[in-house]
């Protein structure tokens, strides 16, 4: 089989190494988002599937639009009999949905028809869902709106954040995709028709995603720093500056004081830094301050960037 692949970030690296190890050789192209500016220097950084199909040397092109640009010449060259896209980040054109024998594939990392969209896995951490998954999907024109072809899941608790929850789904994605791929190329597989009215969309996170109000309930301020650990960071500010909450633990008892006030100090060892909620407490394990890295509780005490008279606010505020 000829299978072209599309996909940008890390979610569909590991993808990309389980196909190219599933069906060694049938990978004659890969397509991914433009190198971009990183860091302080701004260079100009490949992004990980194209650094990895580089590393398995596979031929990798980098259109910035499928529509202006001569991808449809490159996919005549390359003529796929498939095409697998994960997390590439632009809307496929009909002409490119309709050109392989066995249409466009996608790993999504949702349970559909549920969280739709380009951030599924923060938006259902930050819903608090319970279970997670990943959906392989026939692709539409629609977002994410196709046949579905398999599912699968587990389940994940109050304490697992984005990271953690991130890389199991990409290693499941890969498995559930080759395994779908293998039923396709002999005629066993069977799709699913989606029910639009269980479903909600999964908006791409801004920036005002991330910032934390401590005037909500204590189960939802952590649910966001889970939805945001350990990049890019749920943020809020104090006296001394902004900050990043990269961990925290819910305290389910009756708050003390006023939401984001400091209900408990302590700088010994790694740290006591308890904040009062709408509704209870929470226990901040890890932080990042502006301009620095992440450091425990007990360390950001000690750096005299909180007093037991501050107060955590909204970085709208």
Request: charged content about 25%; overall charge negative.
């Amino acid at each position: 089989m000829r299978i072209v692949y599309m996909g940008t970030p890390e979610f569909a690296e590991v993808a990309l190494r389980a196909i190219n190890e599933a069906f060694p050789g049938d990978i004659v192209g890969v397509v991914s988002r433009v190198d971009t500016p990183k860091n302080r220097g701004h260079q100009m950084t490949p992004p990980p599937v194209k650094k990895t199909a580089l590393e398995l040397g596979l031929p990798v092109f980098q259109p910035v639009n499928l529509k202006a640009e001569n991808f449809e010449e490159k996919l005549k060259e390359w003529n796929p009999d498939i095409i697998v896209v994960a997390a590439y980040g632009r809307i496929l054109p009909k002409y490119v949905l309709d050109y392989p024998k066995y249409g466009c594939i996608n790993i999504h990392g949702s349970i559909l028809p549920r969280y739709r969209g380009a951030a599924p896995i923060q938006r259902a951490i930050m819903d608090g869902e319970t279970e997670v998954g990943i959906t392989i999907i026939q692709m539409a024109e629609g977002i994410d709106t196709g046949d579905m072809f398999s599912k699968a899941s587990f389940a994940i608790t109050e304490n697992d954040n984005y990271g953690e929850i991130h890389d199991r789904l990409a290693t499941l994605g890969g498995e559930l995709c080759v395994d779908t791929m293998k039923k396709i190329f002999a005629g066993e597989a069977t799709a699913e028709k989606q029910n639009d009215s269980l479903s909600n969309y999964a908006a791409k996170i801004e920036k005002a995603d991330r910032a934390l109000d401590f005037s909500v309930t204590t189960t939802e301020i952590v649910n966001k720093i889970r939805a945001f650990s350990p990049v890019p960071g749920a943020e809020a500010k104090l006296p001394s500056g902004k900050v990043k909450i990269t961990s925290a633990k819910a305290i389910h008892e009756a708050p003390t004081g006023e939401a984001g006030t400091v209900a408990t100090l302590s700088a010994k060892g790694a740290g006591l830094l308890i904040v009062n909620t709408a509704d209870g407490k929470i226990a901040i394990e890890k932080l990042i301050p502006e301009g620095k890295k992440e450091m425990t509780a007990g360390d950001f005490i000690r750096g005299r960037r909180i007093t037991d008279t501050d107060r955590f606010e909204s970085i709208g505020e």
